[in-house]
């Protein structure tokens, strides 16, 4: 037996419209659309939240350019100056 294919034309379709046509037929729900009748703004939200580190001095210009020390080698082995700009 093979597939029936409808076409079904949906003017006007709100989210929730659209919402429950996807739920019903998933994955076999195509959209010849033109244009788009639901902002994107509508459905798509984007928060953005970066991790502690990432917003922190540590990941600074000024930060990087510190770690650079003119003469490192003066400072002993065992203090970070010494080797901060290969870290």
Same mark, same amino acid.
Not at 24 to 45: H, M, Q, R, W
């Given at each position: 037996?093979?597939?029936?294919? !409808? =076409?079904?034309?949906?003017?006007?379709? =709100?989210? $929730?419209?659209?919402? &429950? =046509?996807?739920?019903? *037929?998933? &994955?076999?729900? %195509? +959209?010849? +659309? /033109?244009?788009?009748?639901?902002?994107?703004? #509508?459905? $798509?939200?984007?928060?953005? =939240? *970066?991790?502690?580190? +990432?917003?922190?001095?540590?990941? %600074?210009?000024?930060?990087?350019?510190?770690? @650079?020390?003119? #003469?490192? %080698? !003066? @400072?002993?082995?065992? #203090?970070? !100056?010494?080797?901060?700009? /290969?870290?």
């Amino acid at each position: 037996m093979k597939p029936e294919l !409808r =076409t079904i034309t949906v003017l006007d379709i =709100t989210p $929730v419209i659209f919402n &429950e =046509t996807f739920l019903k *037929y998933g &994955e076999t729900l %195509s +959209c010849p +659309c /033109s244009k788009v009748a639901i902002p994107y703004k #509508d459905f $798509v939200n984007h928060t953005i =939240t *970066y991790h502690p580190i +990432c917003s922190s001095i540590f990941v %600074s210009e000024q930060w990087i350019q510190a770690l @650079y020390v003119e #003469d490192a %080698s !003066r @400072y002993g082995t065992g #203090d970070f !100056r010494s080797t901060a700009n /290969s870290q």
